[in-house]
Nanobody, 121 residues
Framework: VQLVESGGGLVQPGGSLRLSCVAS????????MGWYRQVPGKERELLAM???????NYTDSAKGRFTASRDNAKNTAYLQMNSLKPEDSATYYC????????????????WGKGTLVTVSS
């Protein structure tokens, strides 16, 4: 299974970006999907966690400016980021708990390699 993030780049303060995360491979179902970010030298920070029904919990860092969503038919998660600030600059990662087979209830957590977001004028 692969998780591939995309949509990062350089954006001016106040701008917006939409990140995508696509899961591919042997997938029966994608359970929870989450968005995180990490700045060098700091721990990875949770931003939002979505369950398979689309219910979403945000951390304080994401509330108000970031919106997470998912398309289960495409095994894809999105993170819409608005009013970006320089302190939002980080590598953004997604993770997903994936059931690989119908006969197994066990899910495995997979991570993408991240996409870099730089907010600067």
């Amino acid at each position: 299974v692969q998780l591939v993030e995309s949509g990062g780049g350089l954006v001016q303060p106040g701008g917006s970006l939409r990140l995508s995360c696509v899961a591919s491979g042997i997938i029966f179902s994608v359970e929870n999907m989450g968005w995180y970010r990490q700045v060098p030298g700091k721990e990875r920070e949770l931003l939002a966690m979505m369950d398979i029904g689309g219910g979403t919990n945000y951390t304080d860092s994401a509330k108000g400016r970031f919106t997470a969503s998912r398309d289960n038919a495409k095994n894809t998660a999105y993170l819409q980021m608005n009013s970006l600030k320089p302190e939002d600059s980080a590598t953004y990662y997604c993770n997903a708990d994936i059931r690989h087979y119908a006969y197994s209830l066990h899910s495995y957590t997979h991570w993408g390699k991240g996409t870099l977001v730089t907010v600067s004028s």
